[in-house]
Nanobody, 114 residues
Framework: QAQLVESGGGSVQAGGSLRLSCASSKIIFSISTMGWYRQAPGKERDLVATITSRGRTNYAASVKGRFTISRDDAANTMYLQMNSLKPEDTAVYYC????????WGQGTQVTVSS
């Protein structure tokens, strides 16, 4: 059984928006600091946003002001609202505990065209 399932990716034009979802089967999801990561072709996986169990958020400089991370602990689900998308946001997006220590899901592809 997958512990993390990402969805919501797609292809959009620059300036568009997408909302990603991360469904978790981990019992400790609600007490965990969670993060969204992304990996562009040929590059390492980077952490782009985190949210603590109390809802405190943090963002990479490259997405700050454009992306919003949120969570619904009752549904064991985390979200990433992505606005004003840029071609450089193109990547596979993953969710995980903020240190990346859980098993990785399949990710969801986000493609932004200029």
């Amino acid at each position: 059984q997958a512990q993390l399932v990402e969805s919501g990716g797609g292809s959009v034009q620059a300036g568009g928006s997408l909302r990603l979802s991360c469904a978790s089967s981990k019992i400790i999801f609600s007490i965990s600091t969670m993060g969204w990561y992304r990996q562009a072709p040929g590059k390492e996986r980077d952490l782009v946003a985190t949210i603590t169990s109390r809802g405190r958020t943090n963002y990479a400089a490259s997405v700050k002001g454009r992306f919003t991370i949120s969570r619904d602990d009752a549904a064991n689900t985390m979200y990433l609202q992505m606005n004003s998308l840029k071609p450089e946001d193109t990547a596979v997006y993953y969710c995980n505990e903020n240190t990346g220590r859980w098993s990785w899901g399949q990710g969801t592809q986000v493609t932004v065209s200029s």
